[in-house]
Structures are given as structure tokens and as C-alpha cells.
């Protein structure tokens, strides 16, 4: 509940507030938030496979984004930030939707 809660206090400042992304940033910051929806469904697989640590949620949440950035920074210093940045949303989303199917089949017994 602390983290419906926390979701919704963060949406509610950020609306109000309306952060501006510093423009060094930008290219980072969709494959982060990929990143981390990445680790959540994963966290929410793992929760309901009774198997959930939250000092992993917190380690995978935090090392997916990093990493993930990491990878789009390399590849815009290399000159293909593109292909790479292509590639960690596949990658991830594959991840997602493997972990949503999951969840899916543990809720609804299907």
C-alpha cells in the first residue's frame, strides 16, 4: 500500500510541479523509465511466486537503470546511441511482457 501510495504522491508533485529534464539527460531518460518498469513487473512476478526480497527489488530496480543508460551513453559516444538504444527497448520489453504473461496466468489461473 506504501507504494500504490508513493506512486500516487509522485505522480500528483509531478504534475504539479512539471520537472524540467535537463536536455543532457533526454536520450536517457525514456530507456530508464523502460528500465525500471522492467524491474517492477518483475518485483510484482516475484511477489506473487512468493519468492520476492526487497533488497533485490531495490538492487535490480537501481542496476537496471544504470546499466541500461550506461549502454544508450556507450552507444551515443560510439555513434550508434540508436541501434543501441533499439536494442535495450527490445531486450526490456521482451522482459516486460515476459513477466506480464506471467503475472497474468498466476491471476487469472490461465
Known amino acids: 500500500m506504501i507504494a500504490v501510495l508513493g506512486l500516487i504522491v509522485g505522480v500528483v508533485v509531478g504534475l504539479v510541479v512539471r520537472p ?3 536536455t543532457v539527460v533526454e536520450p536517457y531518460l525514456p530507456i530508464a523509465v523502460i528500465a525500471a518498469l522492467d524491474a517492477v513487473f518483475g518485483g510484482l512476478r516475484a511477489m506473487l511466486d512468493g519468492i520476492f526480497d526487497d533488497k ?4 535490480s ?3 537496471n ?4 543508460a550506461l549502454i544508450v551513453f556507450l552507444g551515443d559516444k560510439l ?3 540508436a541501434q543501441l538504444s ?3 527497448v527490445v531486450v526490456l520489453g521482451i ?3 515476459s513477466n506480464a504473461a506471467a503475472i497474468r496466468r498466476h491471476v487469472f489461473r490461465a
Open 20 to 22: 524540467v529534464v535537463p
Open 56 to 59: 533485490v527489488f531495490v538492487v
Open 61 to 63: 530496480f537501481l542496476s
Open 65 to 68: 537503470v544504470v546499466v541500461a
Open 79 to 81: 555513434g550508434v546511441g
Open 86 to 88: 533499439t536494442g535495450v
Open 95 to 97: 522482459r516486460i511482457f
